[in-house]
């Protein structure tokens, strides 16, 4: 009679299954933390876009506002010739439109404006300036593209004659707004506008 020998039966302490849950625990955990990180640079992507865009009206209004200032406002021969109207006023609570042909020279900076500077302007309640909507710029559909909540506005001050006294220094200020109103973009540059004295008679 043949006798079979039962071999031992192996011990099962779970030692697979116990590598397989942290497998699936550091998978799951790298994920997460992709999908996380693909979230973080849309945001980050979509912050620097609407940063572009504001900076990109702010830079098109300051532009405005300076060939403004070198071709219809009549600066700095108004401030120059005693005989001309001056074109600078005193800027405390005026909103002026430079889309309907007006414009405005400040003798007070916007510094000397209370609790205003060139960075809190945009976000100050204080209505001063010239409103500017560049070309292809939306603010009244906010349906249709190119759509921005508010109209960027510029202001110009007169910072006082040049050394040699042919002309005089300006400064622009100007903001503008991305998609929406927490998007603020402010620039700033400083003009010279000189006067030419040509002697048509060659003398």
């Known amino acids: 009679m043949q006798q079979h020998r039962q071999r031992p039966r192996a011990s099962q302490t779970g030692v697979v299954l116990i590598s397989s849950l942290l497998l699936l625990l550091v998978v799951t955990i790298m994920a997460l933390s992709t999908f996380r990180s693909f979230g973080m640079q849309e945001r980050i992507a979509g912050n620097v876009r609407e940063k ?21 406002s009549n600066a700095p021969w108004a401030v120059n ?65 190119n759509y921005y909540p508010n109209r960027p506005r510029f202001y110009i001050a007169d910072l006082g004659p040049l050394p040699n006294g042919f002309g005089e220094v300006y400064q622009v200020d100007a903001y503008g707004y991305g998609l929406t109103s927490n998007a603020i973009a402010v620039v700033e540059s400083t003009v010279a506008i000189t006067v030419q004295v040509k002697n048509p008679g060659g003398l």
């Open 52 to 72: 572009q865009r504001a900076l990109q009206v702010a830079d098109s209004t300051q532009q405005y506002a300076e060939w403004w200032l070198a071709n219809l």
């Open 81 to 145: 010739n005693q005989n001309a109207p001056s074109v600078d006023v005193v800027c405390t609570n005026v909103l002026l439109d430079a889309n309907l042909g007006a414009g405005q020279i400040c003798n007070n900076p916007l510094a000397q404006l209370t609790g205003v500077n060139a960075a809190s302007w945009p976000t100050a309640g204080t209505n001063v300036g010239v409103m500017y909507t560049p070309p292809g710029v939306n603010v009244t559909a906010p349906a249709q593209p």
